[in-house]
């Protein structure tokens, strides 16, 4: 469990190096200051948690969010397809 935590974050910052065209993330004291404005989700994402940590960062930013946490991230067995999903903020 830690090991998920430990990548999980690696993967939120690197992040920040994306640019303006994406959802910015959050960490989960951040977003207590802020208002959610739902959630999005992906699923099937081939590659790594940061591909689709990249995907719900954009969806994030195609509903109007300048702000994700990332509330939930899973790859089922060996696969190399991943699920995700993410609490938005505007």
Same mark, same amino acid.
């Given at each position: ?14 992040m ?9 993330? $959050?960490? @989960? *004291?951040?977003?207590?200051?802020? %208002?959610s /404005?739902?959630t999005?989700?992906? #699923?099937?994402? &081939?590659?790594? $948690?940061? @591909? *689709?940590?990249?995907?719900?960062? %954009?969806? /994030?930013?195609?509903?109007?969010? #300048?702000?994700? &946490? ?21």
């Open positions: 469990m830690k090991q998920n935590f430990a990548i999980f974050s690696a993967a939120l910052l690197a920040l190096s994306l640019n303006s065209t994406a959802a910015m993330p $959050l960490s @989960d *004291a951040d977003a207590q200051n802020l %208002q /404005a739902g999005v989700s992906v #699923s099937g994402v &081939r590659g790594t $948690l940061d @591909d *689709a940590t990249r995907e719900l960062s %954009q969806k /994030a930013a195609e509903q109007g969010a #300048s702000h994700y &946490r990332v509330i939930g991230a899973q790859n089922p067995g060996d696969s190399s397809l991943w699920n995700g999903s993410a609490e938005i903020y505007r």
